[in-house]
């Protein structure tokens, strides 16, 4: 079958009690399961177990991404995938992640490491999968983020990593930046109808850009852009944007341990499969506005900060 | 390589066919007041798309004497899962006609086109003729056209609804035979499903790309097309009701079946149109899980602002 969305990703926490009070109250996600060292975290209205696990560290950064396949047989079909390009993989048993079944762990080019797996447990929706109540209180009265919408990689060799996602696993490049000599330096890829579940810029190894959750209005997303300046978050120079890459509203902040985070409402629909519909391009004089829209610029340190 | 997205991938079109001889107000309707954009006609027939759709059509309609829904068609990966569908379509016992490339719709690759027990016209093709998106492909412009502005311009269509006298038997086929998945469902006091919103997309504004209404035939009872956020569809709002579109009883609605706010009028013609946005992020994943409303709480499911005023005849098709 297929890789279907982007599940969860892992990251580490310099102080764990901080960033589970930053993933609760400023994000608006709930505590799903704890062990030593690790808090889980889902949104309110994701039916699976997590999409974010907290990791006690003395770094930030990622520990690994989570991606669902649609059949357990697939664990198999992409570990000889991946050896045959010559990626190292591992298995992980169901206990070794709260909420989730058997697991295949790729290391890609560019170092990330994802896990691919089947089964994860169901939470449900906060209100309830029978007759619910569809409004929930959290969050000052702000609709909560829905679900964890994608993340943005840095490392070197990206191009490598998403070769292989492409050609092995799958997904398909939605939009992409050039450099000054053509190729392509940014990519937007997804294995669904979004524009993006995962996309990979240049940076220093195996790092995080940001972690994107999605809010359903975007009256919401300037909401949530008031409460973060209220609480005095640190968020990026311009308080509320949009990309020209994909047309989505968004808005950046960070976490406690200096990951970065972003609130982003849009619906782009984008083409699932390969070689249908050709990538959206952007290159020189337009990569400004395909970054922020309204400023047609980019803050200096946006693509330098990572974790 | 066969971990591969199979399959239906994305619904193509909703066809539908309205009495208007010349189809002078449809045009008149879809391009002038809806916002799409037309792209193709034939005697008796106008095609048209949205303007975020690359593809050359996601709307038809005739002109024939009886009006309503022809069929829905949908995009699938490429021709080995139009043999494989023939095949699991045969052994399901229903009739497959197949049908070379343009010989249906000028720009349609070739298809097969079925029709489900209790449930609507199908057709299942691999290639549609590409127009491009509006915007181009270099450092695009994602903003309607100008000459959309003030309309509601709809980025994508997003799903169609039809009545059915045998929900749970049509609700079946699509899951077991066409790899739907239900986000949502409603269930009868024995725990039989009377309704359901199905999906084989993983779209924002997501969740359903049919629904699947009880009623006493196969009919049509509406198309729906995406809107970004509830802000733009109070605007649309204004913009339809100041031109004289007859806006649906409830306006403005917050619908906790399907999790979607949206606004239901009518073409020039009684067609039932919606334009939605919110829904759900779901997985095509078997093991996704549905909301499961009970007929009691069906009011409440239908309308949350005013589940008083839910007419008796909501499920009611619309021609």
Redesign the interface.
């Known amino acids: 079958m297929a890789v279907t969305r982007l599940s969860y990703m892992s990251i580490y926490a310099l102080d764990i009690a901080a960033s589970e009070k930053h993933y609760t109250d400023v994000v608006g996600l709930r505590v799903t399961g704890r062990q030593l060292g690790q808090v889980y975290l889902q949104a309110h209205e994701s039916q699976d177990h997590h999409c974010i696990i907290l990791n006690a560290s003395d770094r930030a950064g990622l520990d690994h991404v989570g991606f669902k396949v649609s059949d357990i047989n697939d664990l198999t079909e992409a570990e000889i995938a991946a050896r045959d390009w010559g990626l190292v993989t591992r298995r992980i048993a169901s206990a070794d992640i709260l909420g989730q079944g058997d697991g295949l762990m790729i290391t890609l080019p560019s170092g990330h490491v994802f896990n691919l797996f089947y089964h994860s447990e169901k939470v449900g929706y906060s209100y309830g999968m029978k007759d619910p109540d569809i409004i929930l209180d959290h969050v000052d009265g702000i609709s909560p983020v829905t679900h964890l919408d994608h993340a943005l990689l840095a490392g070197n060799d990206c191009d490598k990593s998403v070769k292989f996602l492409m050609e092995a696993l799958d997904f398909n490049l939605t939009e992409t930046i050039l450099g000054p000599d053509g190729s392509s330096f940014a990519f937007f890829l997804t294995t669904s109808s979004t524009v993006h579940n995962l996309a990979f810029a240049p940076g220093p190894p195996n790092s995080l850009h940001h972690i994107a959750f999605y809010v359903n209005d975007r009256a919401d997303v300037i909401r949530r852009v008031d409460m973060l300046k209220h609480r005095k978050i640190t968020t990026l120079d311009y308080g509320i944007s949009r990309h020209g890459i994909g047309g989505v509203t968004t808005t950046y902040f960070f976490d406690p341990s200096g990951n970065r985070n972003e609130f982003q409402c849009g619906i782009y629909e984008a083409p699932t499969i390969r070689g249908n519909v050709p990538p959206i391009v952007w290159a020189g004089e337009h990569i400004p506005r395909g970054a922020f829209y309204y400023e047609s610029a980019v803050p200096a340190n946006f693509f330098e900060v990572v974790t | ?6 399959g239906i ?2 619904l193509g079109y909703a066809w539908i066919a309205v009495k208007d001889s010349r189809l002078l107000k449809t045009r008149k309707f879809y391009t002038s007041e809806l916002g799409l954009l037309e792209t193709g006609s034939e005697p008796h027939r106008v095609t048209f798309r949205c303007w ?3 593809y050359k059509f996601s709307f038809v309609v005739d002109h024939r004497d009886t009006p309503g829904l022809v069929e829905i068609g949908f995009h699938v ?1 490429d021709d080995n899962d139009l043999d494989s569908f023939q095949k699991k379509l045969a052994e399901a016992g229903v009739t497959v006609e197949r049908a070379d490339a343009n010989s249906v719709l000028q720009g349609l690759g070739k298809s097969i086109a079925f029709t489900v027990p209790a449930g609507p016209r199908i057709r299942l093709f691999a290639t549609m003729d ?1 127009l491009g ?1 509006v915007s181009g ?7 309607a056209p100008k000459a959309l502005r003030g309309m509601a311009a709809p ?2 269509i997003n799903h169609v609804a039809f009545t059915s006298p045998d929900p749970a038997q049509a609700n079946a086929f699509f899951s077991d035979v066409l790899g739907f998945l239900a986000s949502e469902k409603v269930v009868d006091e024995a725990g039989k499903t009377i309704s359901s919103l199905l999906f084989r ?6 969740g359903q790309e049919v629904a699947i209404y009880p009623g006493k035939e196969v009919k049509l009872h509406h198309v729906a097309f ?6 733009d569809i109070m605007a649309d709002g204004y913009y339809l009701r100041s031109d004289g579109v007859a806006i649906d009883l409830l306006g403005p609605l ?1 619908q ?1 079946y399907g ?1 979607t ?1 949206s606004l239901h009028f009518y073409d020039s013609n009684g067609i039932r149109l919606e334009l939605c ?2 829904g ?2 779901t ?12 007929k009691a ?1 069906l009011r ?2 239908l309308s ?1 602002y005013d589940e008083a005023l839910v007419p008796e005849e909501f499920f009611l098709p619309c021609v």
């Open positions: 390589m066969s971990l591969l997205h199979r991938h994305r975020h759709e690359p990966r590409m998106y492909y270099e450092g695009p412009d994602w903003v980025l994508n997309m993983a779209k924002n504004v997501g995406t809107k970004e956020d509830a802000s917050r906790p999790n706010f946005s919110g759900r992020m997985e095509v994943h078997p093991e996704i899980q549905p909301v499961v409303w009970s709480h409440e499911a949350y």
